[in-house]
């Protein structure tokens, strides 16, 4: 064998793999979340109309229960959830304010093109105490989003319709080309979902925010068609070392 | 909805640029695209009182001031007398009829009706029919017509609960099936209320008599059917939101007023039904709790300013418009009061969630996949949608195809289809593993956390580990200290039902998380969010090709050059290069390096001469460098 320093083999390259890049970018924004103070909860994908709709104030007639197009199964007797919001009324229903819960995970809705799967990814986050008001709410998306696109990002509230926040609202980023991107819907918690996970609406308060993750790893990546994340193509996942 | 700018702004007395209501119609939450001066607006499903020119004009009423534009129809009109039954008042609490009868047929419309139909690209249809599609678009409430002359008999308004068949004035041919409201002449059903009128009672061209009826249809007996008959209805859109239940009248005599534009007269006669008193709805009016919700200290003249600009009346308590069903409490108070000063104005005030929570993210599966892509696995996202449904597996009652009818019941078949779809674009090695929940129904609902790993091929793309198969060992190597041996029970997966021509033997493990131990030691980070996103670049659907060059270099000084070399030459087909054989030979010291260089194109497939003039640039380059050599070539 040699002694020289200088000849030695070339070094052994072992390549890594890397986490997918939809559970990295979720993982990391439970992260962010879980920093400023929320606790992660989880729940079932496959739940009950009561915990998916009627609970959040989605009644039968209400047109946004046609929104989401919901897969039903085993007889229409349970469902899978078109939302991450299920996860937080259990939550409530657990605990007492002031909580701060946040939960990330798969979500089900009857699509199938560019820009929309019948599963996708939803971070959400939910926090209750007294006197929680609007102004908070826009000071933790400003955190959420100026740390996910950096302190120079402009972003814009719109006022929204979800049946259960009040008021409501969506935020849009300015992409470089000048044009509003949604990036997520908030607000404070509609007091009628309060009292139904018995939650007193006149003394508690809550503010409430989703986000969708597939969205934002495709802005941040450029991605242009969502159904490239699931082609589990080892060309497209090797990017996301 | 599609409202035309000229339109709106013949509601105000001011005319405001089109980008700048396009601002406020963003601030007040009316999201929309413009196309030659057409807003394409996508109202939120519980403002149902802004799909019309006056509903929009209603709420931008906080910034313009409004005109009378509309003029209704101010003569006195008689009572008709017509023979009505509703036997279902729950579903229709206030209905109006309006019978007018007209000198000659109408042939040319005054500008403003006429600009309804030509701004907007719609189709005329008949004079009656055409009013009643405009004063929908002006006034938000739709109203049906039905010609006088066919109508012998008494009308009546019913749920029904049979199987009836349907012509629409549109000759679509439906079958009603399941609870259906629907107005009825005698017994023929003639109009599928709050949806589509019939065919046999509607008006012509020739029509010169008509009965309009307009009424308010509770949202629950309308929802569904347009999806049910698969029927594009304005009508049923707007009562699915709820229209205004009390505005009947006056839609009626802006009906009348439009008529008496164009045409004469000859005899006007209405009937309004109110089966149910209108009970105004009021909020306590509390400013401070107001300012208490958004966070804000808005004086309480300037909330009032807001909300009564918005038509609420302000005493006491807050009386909620009509229109407006939207409104229940306070918090929807506050929203209007914020809408109008615009939720970007709002102030910011430091939140401090009261505890901090350490991270309780499941600590084993960070660490076991942490492991795994430390050793070259990539993690794999899988549908839970299959086509086939064994024992258990749960089923889906509304599934997208046939393909996707059952909820998985395991992760490998997934991983199997993944590793042949990569093998079908050349590539030898394949490492992967998913993590997922798995549910099953065995009379009650069972969940499961899974981890599937699966890989075959090469255990890596080095001098040391390229001739080395994947086998049972590997694994088993990489898992050992991490789980007890004789939980690790491999699944045989036979090449030969898989129609894959690959030898590579396929490695494959299914397990549940909880089996694992935490012993996985100095694997514990969580990701963080990375500082700089990597910009995916589009995969070639092109295929890869490659070759191997085998150099003899006389000592290890050269070798390094020679690395070097290799390591800086770029081209924008060479997709990968690695040395994947390596051997001193001390002997005659001489070093041998084997390198493998993989060609792709992101447009095309690359022909063998591009793929041989770019080998022949990297082989003269290295010729360059003394003491190296390329045995077998001349």
Redesign the interface.
């Given at each position: 064998m040699?002694t020289?320093k200088?000849?030695?083999?070339?070094i052994?390259?072992?390549?890594?793999?890397?986490?997918?890049?939809?559970?990295?970018m979720k993982?990391?924004?439970?992260?962010?979340l879980?920093s400023?103070?929320?606790?992660?909860i989880d729940g079932?994908?496959?739940e009950t109309e009561e915990f998916n709709f009627d609970m959040l104030n989605i009644k039968?007639?209400?047109?946004?229960r046609?929104?989401h197009d919901t897969?039903?199964?085993?007889?229409?007797s349970?469902l899978?959830r078109t939302h991450t919001s299920p996860v937080q009324i259990r939550g409530m229903l657990e605990k007492k304010p002031?909580l701060?819960f946040i939960s990330g995970g798969?979500v089900y809705r009857?699509d199938?093109d560019a820009t929309h799967l019948?599963?996708f990814h939803q971070v959400e986050g939910i926090?209750v105490?007294e006197?929680v008001?609007?102004?908070?709410?826009?000071?933790?998306i400003?955190?959420i989003i100026y740390?996910?696109f950096g302190d120079g990002i402009e972003l814009?509230?719109?006022?929204?319709?979800f049946p259960f926040t009040?008021?409501?609202?969506e935020v849009d980023i300015l992409s470089k080309e000048g044009k509003w991107l949604e990036i997520l819907g908030c607000g404070?918690v509609?007091?009628?979902v309060l009292d139904n996970c018995k939650i007193d609406s006149s003394k508690y308060?809550g503010l409430a925010f989703g986000l969708g993750i597939e969205r934002i790893a495709m802005l941040?990546?450029?991605?242009t068609d969502i159904r490239?994340?699931?082609?589990?193509?080892?060309?497209?996942?090797?990017?996301?070392? | 909805m599609k409202i035309a700018y000229e339109h709106l702004l013949s509601f105000f007395i001011d005319r405001p640029s089109i980008n700048e209501l396009s601002n406020k119609l963003?601030?007040?939450?009316h999201?929309h695209e413009i196309e030659n001066e057409i807003f394409n607006m996508e109202f939120?499903?519980?403002?149902g009182d802004c799909l019309s020119l006056i509903g929009l004009s209603r709420d931008l009423n906080i910034f313009y001031d409004r005109n009378n534009y509309v003029s209704l129809y101010d003569k006195p009109i008689n009572n008709l007398d017509i023979e009505f039954e509703n036997h279902s008042q729950e579903s229709c609490p206030y209905i109006s009829f309006m019978k007018i009868e007209i000198d000659n047929n109408v042939n040319k419309y005054e500008d403003y009706l006429e600009r309804y139909f030509s701004d907007l690209n719609i189709n005329k249809n008949n004079f009656f029919t055409d009013i009643s599609n405009y004063v929908s678009y002006e006034m938000g409430q739709p109203t049906h017509c039905y010609d006088e002359s066919l109508i012998h008999g008494k009308i009546s308004f019913k749920e029904i609960n049979s199987e009836i068949k349907f012509e629409t004035l549109l000759e679509k041919k439906i079958k009603l099936k399941g609870t259906n409201s629907v107005f009825l002449l005698d017994d023929e059903v003639i109009n599928l209320a709050g949806v589509v009128g019939g065919k046999s009672t509607s008006c012509s061209k020739n029509t010169r008599s008509v009965i309009i009826e307009c009424a308010y249809f509770n949202?629950?007996s309308i929802?569904?059917k347009t999806?049910n008959y698969d029927i594009r209805s304005e009508a049923a859109h707007k009562f699915?939101?709820g229209v205004d239940p009390m505005n009947q009248e006056n839609v009626l005599r802006r009906f009348a007023q439009i008529v008496s534009d164009h045409a004469k007269i000859n005899k006007i006669e209405m009937l309004s039904l109110n089966y149910k008193k209108y009970e105004e709805h009021q909020i306590v009016n509390d400013p401070n709790k107001v300012n208490?919700?958004?966070?804000?200290k808005i004086s309480s003249e300037e909330m009032s300013g807001i909300l009564s600009k918005l038509g609420f009346i302000l005493g006491d308590s807050i009386i909620v418009p009509s229109y407006r069903s939207d409104i229940?409490?306070l918090?929807?108070i506050?929203?209007e009061v914020?809408?109008g000063i615009g939720?970007?104005e709002?102030?910011?005030?430091?939140?401090?969630?009261?505890?901090?929570?350490k991270?309780?993210?499941d600590v084993i599966e960070i660490k076991l996949?942490s492991l795994?892509?430390?050793?070259?696995?990539?993690?794999?996202?899988?549908?839970?949608?299959v086509s086939d449904g064994k024992e258990f597996n749960?089923?889906?009652?509304?599934?997208?195809d046939s393909n996707?009818e059952f909820?998985r019941n395991n992760i490998t078949d997934s991983l199997i289809?993944?590793l042949l779809?990569?093998e079908r674009?050349q590539?030898d090695t394949?490492?992967?593993f998913e993590i997922s929940?798995l549910?099953t129904?065995n009379k009650k609902?069972n969940?499961k956390r899974k981890i599937g790993i699966l890989c075959s091929g090469r255990i890596?793309?080095?001098?040391?580990?390229f001739s080395k198969k994947i086998n049972e060992n590997y694994l088993i190597k990489i898992l050992e200290d991490f789980i007890s041996k004789e939980k690790i029970s491999f699944k045989s997966i036979n090449r030969k039902d898989l129609s894959s021509k690959s030898k590579n033997s396929i490695i494959s493990l299914e397990l549940e998380i909880s089996e694992f131990n935490e012993n996985i030691i100095n694997y514990n980070s969580?990701?963080?969010?990375?500082e700089n996103?990597?910009?995916?670049?589009p995969?070639?659907e092109f295929p890869s090709t490659y070759r191997d060059i085998s150099y003899a270099v006389s000592?290890?000084?050269k070798?390094?050059s020679l690395?070097k070399l290799i390591k800086n030459f770029k081209s924008d087909y060479l997709k990968k290069v690695?040395?994947f054989d390596?051997f001193?030979n001390k002997k005659l010291d001489i070093i041998k390096?084997g390198y493998r260089f993989v060609f792709q194109a992101n447009d095309r497939t690359l022909t063998d001469k591009e793929v041989s003039d770019i080998m022949e640039s990297i082989i003269n380059l290295s010729n360059e460098i003394d003491g190296i050599e390329i045995p077998g070539l001349n």
């Open positions: 040699s020289d200088d000849i030695s083999p070339p052994i390259i072992k390549d890594k793999g890397a986490n997918h890049p939809i559970n990295h993982d990391s924004i439970m992260k962010l879980n400023f103070g929320f606790e992660i079932p994908e496959i039968k007639s209400h047109p946004a046609q929104m897969f039903y199964v085993e007889n229409k349970k899978l002031p701060a798969k009857k199938d019948p599963m926090y105490d006197c008001n609007f102004a908070q709410l826009k000071d933790l400003y955190k740390s996910l814009r509230f719109r006022p929204s319709y009040e008021p409501s609202a404070l509609n007091p009628i308060s941040k990546h450029g991605v490239d994340f699931y082609k589990s193509n080892l060309d497209f996942l090797r990017q996301f070392k | 963003f601030q007040l939450g999201e939120t499903p519980n403002r949202p629950e929802i569904g999806i699915e939101r208490h919700i958004l966070g804000t229940k409490h918090n929807d506050a929203e914020a809408r939720y970007d709002l102030p910011l005030e430091k939140l401090q969630t009261p505890k901090n929570y991270i309780e993210g996949k795994l892509i430390d050793k070259g696995f990539y993690e794999v996202i899988n549908s839970p949608f749960i089923s889906v009652d509304n599934p997208l996707r909820l289809e993944n779809y990569n674009r590539q394949i490492k992967i929940d549910y129904f609902l969940k890596g793309d080095n001098h040391d580990e969580i990701c963080d969010l990375p996103f990597v910009q995916y670049m995969i070639s000592n290890n000084i070798s390094k690395q690695f040395i390596y001193e390096i």
